[in-house]
């Protein structure tokens, strides 16, 4: 088996891996000086926390003062000491250790904690490993050259590169739990950790068979019992089915864990389903259905399983009613003309009409039985609810009809570049009678893509050139759509950077495809993109305008193509790709819903934008043995991590510069906790690069030059000038805060920030530059929409000072 790896880098620093023992000396010393009374760290407890956001991890609890001994020791920032002494939680940092990760987390993050969690139950087996050589202890481990399979002895060679060529290493299994397997060096010190469930279920097996007796039925059903503990239930039906013809004298004592595995496997299925329907995947999800087992299974999940197909069967049902009741009703419109628009509106609406977009006929499928509404009327509720939705009817089919001319109109203005026909579009708009900028904001949602999607084989990736005519530098992308993909469903995207020694390929293959065979990201609904944000030939990110200017084009260009839902965009990257979603990510913490870089480096910027981040979820991956990572990046999370932000930093213990595909799943759970923040009404942003320079509703224009980096810069240069501090409130009394360097200023608005009805007063800098009433600008709301293609966040009107 060869592992598919990010080589990039070799290094020799480390992190001291004594760290949690020296905060506890650091902290008991202080205490003393103090004149206090030491209660000392309690021991590493298994237990569990839950974040604020809703993560819960599990695993050995302890309080610490920082990620590293030197920012321990220090006692920076917020930790009352008095409240440390007595109960602990005065440690800004919890430390999670689940055997094989160690997750750090913000003690103000976590909303419940559980030290009393009961872990001894897990079914764990022993393999014997002659160990020899321990004297020499691996410093860091870089990019992995080949791993072979385990044997059933546990024993595999892993091929290291290292700056003294390649290097061939024995490990070796020395335990095996649901969670993890334990390994170790045979030939040198090197502890680390593998999920269970990313070992090949037959070398598992095999394994399994070496550590027990075969003919012991009670060590079978330990097996047995461990599958269903790793979450392996086929395996654990096997296993069970062996026991029961092996030994059938057993058959009433395992009856209660073959009950305990259907129902848990038959809940996975159920899940499985409902993940599905989210994803839009209907067909998917309706053979499922189909095939879900019914035998010994629970009342309450075939219940769900029913309601579920019932579910389907009305919704089947309404879309044959709506394709019946639409041309009845046409066939009794007397006016020729007006039957022929409807023809045409029809012939689209039956096209398109599926599990999807049914719920815009909502509506008119309540009243189309209603007596006392004309068919005119009736018609009217189901072509307006078509482009405006159903929430937004309206009965008179003069203005059902003005709707759809107004979307054609809409669609010409986003698409056209010829300011002449855009202003004769706008005019056009302004005349339709029941077409005003709320209804045209009530319709954006629900546009056709502005621009075509190159969509051959959708199973597959594709690369997409960004074809905007303002555009100041070639972009390019590639694209990954889920199963099922279907314009008129809304999909989460994760904008996916490539490190620098593969293609896009590589990232958009390790979120989106397994075995030749769909992937997370295919199977749970994301789009993924790919975006080209490195030069030819660069090895190193050098927090560049470029690379910043291609992931923005290209997430713009995304929105234009695909039903992307915007408030659901994540930023990862691997390898270099993670150093630029550091970056990038802090730079534009309004485009992100969260940050994932995986085995990474934070840069100079970092160490002035990571309070930009306040709003901005971060989840960090990254090896102990990967580099000096932990100590590199500490100096920026720790920070962060002591103001309470949404941060989890996972840390494979043993580890080193890897892809870590075993944490796909968290991550993906983690993503389904998200999203992003819209409309903040206090914004506090440092900028040191003209194009970091919108944040939320919020552009500034003209920075002064001494702050401001240059295009292209060394990431291990130190920023020595001081950044621009943007700095904008909404006060009581519908007044607007800005203070800004910037000698242009704009500023985006909408009923969610300022209230409409009433006078708005805004200060720059000090000086009152508008008092006056908003009023809804649809040249403003459709420009900006053309501009980011943003169908979830969207803004009334429009302010420029100068």
């Given at each position: 088996m060869t592992v598919r790896l990010f080589p990039e880098f070799?290094?020799?620093?480390r992190h001291s891996t004594g760290r949690l023992f020296q905060c506890r000396i650091v902290f008991a010393l202080i205490l003393c000086f103090l004149g206090l009374d030491f209660f000392p760290f309690p021991a590493a407890q298994a237990g569990e926390v839950e974040l604020e956001h809703g993560t819960i991890i599990r695993g050995s609890l302890v309080p610490i003062l920082g990620l590293t001994d030197a920012l321990a020791s220090k006692l920076?920032?917020?930790?009352?000491?008095?409240?440390s002494a007595r109960t602990f939680d005065g440690a800004p940092i919890y430390l999670v250790d689940d055997g094989m990760v160690r997750y750090f987390v913000p003690r103000r993050q976590v909303v419940r904690k559980n030290q009393d969690q009961e872990l001894s139950r897990l079914e764990t087996f022993k393999l014997p490993q002659k160990v020899t050589g321990r004297n020499q202890m691996l410093k860091t481990v870089g990019s992995y050259i080949d791993v072979t399979d385990f044997d059933k002895f546990g024993r595999r060679t892993v091929t290291l590169n290292t700056s003294k060529g390649n290097l061939a290493l024995l490990q070796g299994v020395t335990e095996i739990t649901p969670h993890h397997l334990k390994l170790t060096g045979l030939k040198q010190q090197w502890d680390l950790g593998l999920r269970t469930t990313s070992i090949k279920e037959d070398v598992l097996d095999a394994m399994l068979n070496e550590a027990i007796d075969h003919l012991n039925p009670n060590e079978r059903i330990a097996v047995a019992r461990f599958y269903i503990q790793a979450g392996l239930y086929l395996p654990a039906g096997e296993a069970f089915d062996a026991i029961e013809r092996d030994f059938p004298e057993y058959k009433e004592k395992i009856a209660t864990y073959v009950s305990e595995l259907r129902t848990l496997h038959s809940q996975q299925l159920l899940n499985e389903l409902n993940q599905r329907r989210r994803a839009g995947q209907h067909r998917l999800a309706q053979n499922a259905i189909m095939k879900f087992p019914t035998n010994n299974v629970a009342q309450s999940i075939l219940r769900q399983i029913r309601e579920v197909q019932d579910d389907y069967n009305k919704q089947q049902e309404q879309i044959d009613k709506a394709r019946i009741r639409l041309g009845e009703l046409e066939a009794e419109i007397k006016d020729p003309a007006t039957r022929n628009l409807l023809q045409a509106y029809r012939r689209e609406v039956m096209t398109q009409l599926n599990f999807e977009t049914i719920n815009r006929l909502g509506a008119f499928l309540n009243l189309e039985n209603d007596d006392s509404l004309t068919a005119q009327e009736k018609l009217a509720l189901a072509y307006s609810g078509w482009i405006v939705g159903a929430a937004n009817v309206v009965t008179d089919l003069n203005t059902a009809l003005n709707l759809w001319t107004a979307r054609a109109q809409v669609l010409e203005y986003l698409r056209t570049e010829n300011e002449q026909l855009s202003d004769q579009m706008?005019?056009?708009?302004?005349?339709?009678?029941?077409?005003?900028?709320?209804?045209?904001?009530?319709?954006?949602?629900?546009?056709?893509p502005i621009l075509d999607a190159p969509v051959r084989d959708i199973t597959n990736?594709?690369?997409?050139?960004?074809?905007?005519?303002?555009?100041?530098?070639?972009?390019?992308?590639?694209?990954?759509?889920?199963?099922e993909y279907d314009p008129h469903h809304t999909y989460p995207m994760i904008v996916a950077l490539r490190p620098s020694t593969l293609d896009a390929n590589s990232v958009l293959d390790w979120w989106g495809k397994y075995k030749n065979g769909p992937g997370q990201s295919q199977r749970r609904g994301y789009i993924v993109i790919a975006p080209e944000y490195l030069s030819k030939d660069q090895v190193n990110y050098e927090d560049n305008v470029t690379a910043h200017y291609?992931?923005?084009?290209?997430?713009?260009?995304?929105?234009?193509r695909f039903n992307v839902d915007s408030d659901r965009v994540f930023l990862s990257g691997h390898g270099t790709g993670a150093d630029a979603a550091f970056d990038i990510g802090m730079s534009h913490p309004d485009l992100f819903a969260g940050v994932m870089p995986i085995a990474g480096k934070t840069s100079a910027f970092n160490l002035h934008y990571w309070q930009n981040a306040k709003d901005l979820p971060f989840y960090i991956v990254g090896g102990e043995l990967d580099r000096d990572t932990l100590e590199h990046n500490s100096l920026v999370i720790n920070r962060m991590m002591r103001y309470g932000y949404d941060i989890i930093y996972a840390e494979y213990k043993g580890r080193g510069y890897e892809s870590y595909y075993e944490e796909i799943h968290n991550l993906f759970n983690w993503m389904e906790l998200h999203q992003r923040l819209k409309y903040p009404k206090d914004i506090e942003e440092k900028i040191l690069r003209p194009i970091d320079n919108r944040f939320y509703w919020v552009r500034t224009e003209d920075l002064p030059a001494k702050s401001m980096q240059p295009v292209t810069f060394n990431s291990n240069q130190r920023i020595r000038a001081r950044p621009v501090e943007l700095k904008v409130n909404i006060k009581i009394g519908n007044v607007i805060y800005v203070r800004s360097g910037g000698k242009i200023n704009t500023l985006w608005l909408n009923p969610e920030l300022v209230d409409f009805d009433k006078r708005l007063?805004?200060?720059?800098?000090?000086?009152?530059?508008f008092n006056d009433f908003l009023r809804p600008d649809m040249k403003a709301m459709l420009d900006d929409f053309k501009n980011r293609g943003d169908r979830q966040?969207?803004?009334d009107a429009r302010l420029d000072f100068f």
């Open positions: 070799d290094s020799v620093s920076e920032g917020d930790v009352p000491i008095q409240e706008l005019e056009t708009l302004s005349k339709l009678e029941g077409v005003s900028a709320a209804v045209v904001k009530q319709m954006i949602p629900l546009l056709p990736s594709f690369p997409v050139h960004v074809t905007d005519p303002k555009a100041e530098v070639p972009v390019s992308y590639s694209v990954l759509l889920p199963i291609a992931v923005i084009e290209s997430i713009r260009d995304a929105r234009k007063e805004v200060r720059i800098d000090g000086q009152r530059k966040k969207l803004f």
